[in-house]
Every structure is written in C-alpha cells, then in structure tokens.
Nanobody
Framework: VPLVESGGGLVQAGGSLRLSCTISARARDMYAMGWFRQAPGKEREFVAAISVAGTVKNYARSVAGRFTVSRDNAKNTVYLSMSSLEPEDTAIYYC???????????????????WGQGTQVTVSS
C-alpha cells in the first residue's frame, strides 16, 4: 500500500510544521496510522498514532502537548501538526499504516507493514 509523506522542511526552534501522509487505499479498507521518526545516529522511534476513525490517539511523551495527529478519511490523509519545535525534533519522519479494526492504534514499528519514504524535518536553534 503506497504511502506518500510531504510537508517537511527547515524551521527555526519554536516554529511549526504540518506533515501530511496520503495513503492509496481502497475506500473499504481501514487503516490505523502512525508516525515515527529517526534522528541521525539513533534508532527509529514512535511519535504518534491514530485509530481508523481518528477517535483514539496516542503520543510519545517527548511530543505530547506539542504535536497533534489527525486524519481526513475522505482524503485518505493523515496529518502531524508540530508546534514549539525543538532542535531535538530534527529527524526523518515516517508515516506507517496497517489494517485495523475501529478503535485500535499501534505504537511499535513491527506492527506496521506499510511505510512511507520519509520526509526530513530540520529544526535550527
């Protein structure tokens, strides 16, 4: 299932960015979505997850209160709105998807079979 991220870029500390992830899926398929990131020299880590209907969300402690995950199922698109960005948020951000039932969300890499190519987010100090 193809996933395409967009919206990355260079931003100053304290600034905001919104990432988008569009999934090419049949309308009847249901996917829970997640966002992960990988900083240079570090392992990929969980950032946020959202259930099929968008009613259940989960965040990593490092981004809770600053990042918001949302989705527009009519557009097959998931968003990650990031505010109060810090240099430590610099990373390649990936979206991920898996078939799921309503209400479920997933926070570990191995639970997602489908991945996007990643989009670079750089936060300057």
């Amino acid at each position: 299932v193809p996933l395409v991220e967009s919206g990355g870029g260079l931003v100053q500390a304290g600034g905001s960015l919104r990432l988008s992830c569009t999934i090419s899926a049949r309308a009847r398929d249901m996917y829970a979505m997640g966002w992960f990131r990988q900083a240079p020299g570090k392992e990929r880590e969980f950032v946020a997850a959202i259930s099929v209907a968008g009613t259940v969300k989960n965040y990593a402690r490092s981004v809770a209160g600053r990042f918001t995950v949302s989705r527009d199922n009519a557009k097959n698109t998931v968003y990650l709105s990031m505010s109060s960005l810090e240099p430590e948020d610099t990373a390649i951000y990936y979206c991920a998807a898996r078939n799921a039932v309503t209400g479920s969300y997933y926070t570990t890499e191995h639970e997602y079979p489908y991945w996007g190519q990643g989009t670079q987010v750089t936060v300057s100090s």
